[in-house]
């Protein structure tokens, strides 16, 4: 499994050394790329739903913990078949749709790398590595929603969608460290054997929340579900493979992969059978207020996302059963509606319901996926989305708790679809020729593929769901259950309860669509009611919480980063030398070697030298005496390094020393003359603050004197030098040698200096 | 600066310079030297020569340059761990050989002689790359 997840990031990168001829098939390339791995997930079906499905563990670094486990179960394979199944027809539909842009191999890259990401998640059993591909996949998403970066609407959407994504993210890192810490692993293995001890310590509240603020972020439910309809600046194969298929299921699914673990509590059912409801209720009524097709799909995608998010809160088997169906009955239509939208943009020029209207002259093949895709939607016979309503209302029903309020939101909900999916088809497909940019047509086979076969599938599979039922279904119920459960899909379910809601919902649907189709007023009414109430707009609320961080924060720079040199080194030596005489007094029990000689009386000789030049340097009146005098003491000090042996450091300090002067002048010719700018006050304060710091050394020398040094590590050096390094010079090999790393560090510090000199000095100012 | 005995000597005393520092470089591991010091003594040397001609010049005539003596550096210090990562060791440890040469001894080449050679050439970009960007305006 890692070799594919390898083969994934390889022929991403692949792609920009591409030749010309094969570029322009790359979208086809990639297709079949993906198809090749459906085949092979496909083929692992036997051997993935047979106990506890492939284990693979690589030992990365074991010291810590850390090793990459992948594990395809039923429910991953669900998700790979998704992932790779619906890939295949992205990258088809794609290879139509990118012709005409630029940068289509940033866009492939981005996408095919997303596909490996998205693999990578579901495929993952330990957390932390899920993490990694989880994030890497929020910010895949970022880059491909703002793949138009000329717009600045697709700009912002991406920004946010990014900050909410990986903000939650965060959440959900912290909250796996929190819970990883109560089991001592983040291996999922572990977390289930260790269930027990989780959902009874203290930690898991906290947990518990930080994970669903990762879940629910990632996947749009409210309140976060404002990302979403911005992301559908993306062009339309990223909205169809990213933003309705895969990506924003992967907080589904980690819901679902850890249900065994944390489920089963008040908390866990309360909190999420809460969201979701909510989400599916707001999506749905949101979403018939559109006039963007794009737009109406994102709100139904929100909608379809509560409702999966909904079944796993109810946790029963029959919930958890209803939502692996929904999984694929929405990842089938909504993907197939979203390539249509796309589709009808390109041809006729514009996605507003106000200009379409009597397509189904000019693209009737459309058309008759669009009423198949949309009667899915609606949940009506015979499409898979049928039996997928039945089977949610079947679940909603027998939810424990809050029975009656997800019942009555749940057919609110599904009656806004029925409206929604019924005014999509009329306000596009039938009534009055709409008033078009562009001539439509219907060229282009590619474009239908995806959709086409998807609408296919959900009729066939809902014609005859035991296929799904027992092939996929079963497993993934069987592996988030943890023990075999049969599953058993029929269209037709009797005359019952749940069939009298269907009617009802239908009723009700198809009366909503017929007021607002016909009273004009109906829906603008609606729209202003929506404005009334819901004063808050998410996006607004979010934009006005962000500039006010950015406010704040560049408040907070600016008092720090003030950009006046003098008082940051000002302020570094205040404090240290604070901090210092504080450690000096706390440790003063110490007595003053007074044992000071003047002999060799050459050497007491170089410390006058040195300190008449140091304190000349000082007052001197002019630059070039200061620098001179400076280099004085520098040559002074490496004499006495000279006299005490060091040489290398003596060599080293002169080389610096000439250095140094030669680069003063330089810099000497780039100041303004010297003059006497500060006032008295401000010089007697800086005098008073370089004494302080100057004696505090001082005292901090004299005190080395009394310190023991610990001898053992630098007789080991001494006495290994020869032996093991095979050097005399002792400070050499320390350098290069025993401790390299250091010398490592120093080197990588001064070139990152040598381009913070080169950048500053050589960048115009504008 | 127009001194000509400066300019006519410079010449001399930079390839000086550089020999020393070459030697310098190379008898490190053993006595005083190495190559923070040899990288120092090649950049003072290259810097003398600018001052007595022509910054600009010289810097046109180097035939390496500074960015390019980093990037080298980098590498160098970066290859001498390779070693002992052939040799399953623990990383960065030092590889030592040792190649006989008849009556001169036997001459003893390690992978530290690498990461000294990168740190030689590090100092003597990054020292370059300061005094060049200082050197003029504009």
């Not at chain 1, 065994?260 to 909190?271: A, H, R």
């Not at chain 1, 029925?418 to 009329?426: K, L, P, R």
Request: glycine letters at 8%; aromatic letters at 14%; proline letters at 3%.
């Amino acid at each position: 499994m890692q070799y594919i997840l390898l083969i994934y990031f390889l022929f991403a990168l692949g792609i920009f050394i591409l030749p010309g001829w094969l570029k322009k098939h790359v979208g086809v390339i990639l297709a079949l790329v993906q198809t090749l791995f459906f085949v092979y997930f496909f083929s692992k079906i036997p051997e993935a739903t047979n106990g506890h499905g492939i284990v693979t563990v690589i030992h990365w670094i074991p010291q810590i913990g850390l090793n990459l486990e992948f594990l395809l179960n039923g429910l991953s394979l669900v998700f790979a078949l998704l992932i790779t199944g619906i890939g295949t027809l992205v990258f088809l539909y794609a290879s139509a749709y990118m012709k005409s842009y630029e940068g289509t191999d940033k866009f492939y890259f981005q996408l095919f790398l997303f596909g490996g990401a998205m693999l990578g998640l579901v495929l993952s059993a330990n957390l932390i590595q899920l993490f990694v591909f989880w994030e890497l996949t929020s910010y895949l998403s970022f880059l491909l929603i703002s793949f138009f970066n000329k717009k600045e609407l697709a700009r912002k959407a991406a920004f946010q969608s990014l900050i909410i994504t990986a903000f939650g993210g965060l959440l959900l890192l912290t909250g796996v460290l929190l819970l990883g810490s109560i089991v001592d692993s983040y291996s999922v293995t572990d977390w289930l054997e260790g269930a027990q001890s989780i959902k009874s310590s203290e930690f898991y509240l906290p947990g518990l929340l930080l994970i669903l603020a990762g879940a629910f972020t990632k996947s749009a439910q409210f309140p976060f579900h404002f990302w979403l309809p911005g992301a559908m600046q993306a062009p339309t194969p990223v909205s169809a493979y990213l933003h309705s298929a895969t990506m924003v299921k992967a907080g589904v699914f980690l819901l679902a992969l850890l249900n065994p673990v944390l489920g089963g509590t008040i908390e866990w059912t309360y909190i999420i059978t809460l969201v979701g409801v909510t989400t599916m209720f707001l999506g749905a009524y949101f979403s018939i207020t559109q006039t963007d097709l794009k737009a109406i799909l994102a709100y139904t995608t929100i909608s379809s996302l509560g409702i999966l998010v909904l079944l796993i809160g109810i946790d029963t088997t029959l919930s958890i059963k209803a939502a692996m169906l929904f999984l694929f009955v929405h990842a089938f239509y909504k993907a197939a509606l979203f390539m249509v939208a796309g589709f009808i943009d390109k041809k006729t020029g514009t996605r507003e319901l106000s200009k379409l209207g009597g397509l189904y002259k000019h693209m009737p093949i459309t058309f008759i996926i669009s009423i198949l895709a949309l009667l899915s939607m609606a949940g009506l016979p015979p499409t898979l989305g049928f039996l997928g309503k039945e089977l949610i209302y079947e679940a909603k029903i027998q939810s424990p708790g809050i029975a009656s309020l997800v019942l009555i939101l749940g057919v609110a909900g599904n009656t806004l679809m029925v409206a929604v999916s019924m005014y999509f088809m009329f306000k596009v497909f039938l009534g009055k020729q709409g008033d078009y940019p562009k001539q439509p047509n219907e060229k282009g086979y590619l474009y239908l593929l995806g959709p086409g076969v998807l609408t296919l599938l959900s009729l066939l599979l809902g014609l005859s769901p035991a296929v799904l039922g027992d092939v996929l279904v079963e497993p993934a119920l069987s592996s988030i259950r943890k023990e075999f459960i049969d599953v058993e899909l029929q269209l037709w379910h009797g005359f019952n309860d749940v069939f009298l809601l269907s009617l009802l919902t239908i009723v009700l649907g198809m009366t909503i669509f017929v007021i607002a189709l016909y009273k004009k007023q109906f829906l603008i009414k609606w729209r202003s009611i929506n404005n009334r109430i819901f004063i808050i707009e998410f996006t607004n609320i979010f934009n006005q919480l962000l500039d006010g961080f950015l406010n704040f924060s560049e408040r907070n720079t600016k008092r720090l980063q003030h950009g006046y040199h003098r008082f940051y080194i000002l302020t570094v030596i205040v404090f240290a030398s604070a901090l210092l005489w504080f450690e000096v007094y706390v440790t003063r029990n110490w007595v003053l070697e007074t044992q000071f000689s003047l002999t060799p009386l050459y050497i007491s000789g170089l410390v006058a030298i040195i300190t008449c030049s140091t304190i000349y340097a000082a007052i001197a009146r002019s630059r070039i005496a200061t620098i001179i005098s400076m280099g004085v003491t520098g040559y002074g000090i490496s004499l006495i390094y000279l006299y005490y042996s060091a040489v290398d450091l003596a060599i080293t300090q002169i080389l610096v020393e000439t250095l140094v002067v030669v680069m003063f002048v330089l810099v000497l010719q780039r100041l303004p003359l010297f003059e006497t700018l500060s006032s008295k006050l401000t010089r007697v304060r800086d005098l008073i603050i370089s004494l302080t710091f100057g004696s505090v050394m001082t005292v901090l020398a004299l005190k080395a004197l009394n310190v023991e040094f610990n001898h053992s590590i630098s007789d080991m050096m001494v006495k290994n030098s020869f032996v093991k390094a095979h050097g005399k010079n002792v400070v050499n090999v320390i350098l290069v040698d025993f401790r390299a790393l250091d010398t490592l560090g120093e080197v990588t510090v001064l070139i990152i200096a040598a381009m913070g000199v080169f950048v500053l000095l050589k960048t115009k100012k504008t | 600066m127009n001194s000509v005995i400066l300019q006519l000597a410079s010449p001399y005393v930079r390839s000086l310079l550089v020999f020393f520092s070459l030697i310098a470089l190379l008898r490190g591991h053993n006595y005083p030297g190495g190559g923070f010091i040899g990288g120092l003594l090649t950049a003072l040397a290259i810097v003398f020569y600018s001052f007595a001609l022509d910054w600009r010049q010289v810097q046109k005539k180097l035939k390496v340059k500074p960015e390019t003596y980093i990037a080298l550096g980098l590498a160098f210090v970066l290859s001498s761990f390779l070693p002992s990562l052939f040799q399953s060791e623990v990383l960065m440890k030092g590889v030592w050989v040792s190649i006989p040469m008849g009556i001169l001894g036997k001459l003893e080449l390690g992978s530290p002689l690498l990461f000294d050679t990168g740190v030689f050439m590090g100092v003597i970009g990054v020292t370059l790359l300061f005094f060049f960007t200082l050197a003029y305006r504009k």
